[in-house]
């Protein structure tokens, strides 16, 4: 059995969440529509479900689940953001789920599994988590998301620096991500992308916004030297403008499939 590779610093991950637990609050309307974007495929189904998983929703996903008359359990790798959808809540490592199996008819994984160092044994363990029958939607960040912010940073520090350090996660392609689900043993599979662009007046509050929802660099091989004073201010200014305002595009798969019944 070949070893995982850890591209992601998974004590990192947790410490990020736990900080951002505190102002999630702040992009709280943001992270709701990307989530209300993904449940909303549950009316293309006639399937009704009592019993659902929700992963890393950072408080947004169970209200939403919980409107439609469904129970939820949520689950993240930060004990204060799992505390954040009410109870029940579990802290845990979406690598290591401490389900029964079949004990959920639906999970839920909003913008939640991108930062899994194994993603396909983290699926495998979702499908055993659901009962035979029971569905999988999921969204995930896409290669290009945030690739102005990823250029910016990269071409500014090689500028003013020896060289340039990765400060923006990889993402997977979407070409990849139904073939995951049916490495996974799911039926079904389907994955379809959707680019949202996101206009900011001011370059600054694209940053606070991504620490906010957690979302910091904890790649295992980031550099641990404090950045040049000048990198964050002056990549910024070269980000690409859109009627004045700062342009970021979030490309984001959406991902559904079912266990076999």
Known sequence: MSAVREIFDRRAVRCKRERAAARVGLVADLLGEFAARLIDRLDDTTRRFSRALDLGGRGVVAPLL?????????????????????????????????FAPASFDLVIASLSLHE?????????????????????????PLLGTLGELRAALLETEAAISAGAAARVSPFPDLRDCAGLLQRA???????????????????????????????????????????????????????????????ATLRLAFLTGWAPD
Request: aromatic share 4%; charged share 20%.
């Open 66 to 98: 919980r409107a439609r008359g469904i129970a939820v359990v949520s689950g993240d790798l930060s004990p204060r953001m799992a505390a954040l959808s009410g109870a029940p809540a579990v802290a845990l490592d979406e690598e290591f789920l401490p």
């Open 116 to 140: 899994v160092n194994d993603l396909p044994g983290a699926l495998i363990q979702i499908r055993h988590a659901l009962a035979p029958g029971g569905l999988f939607l999921a969204s995930l």
């Open 185 to 247: 043993g799911f039926d079904l599979p389907v994955a379809d992308s959707e680019e949202i662009p996101l206009l900011y007046a001011e370059p600054l509050a694209l940053l606070r916004d991504l620490r906010a929802a957690g979302e910091g660099n904890a790649l295992a091989a980031r550099s641990r030297r404090i950045p040049p004073r000048a990198l964050f201010p002056a990549a910024l200014a070269t980000l690409p403008r859109h009627d004045g305002r700062v342009r």
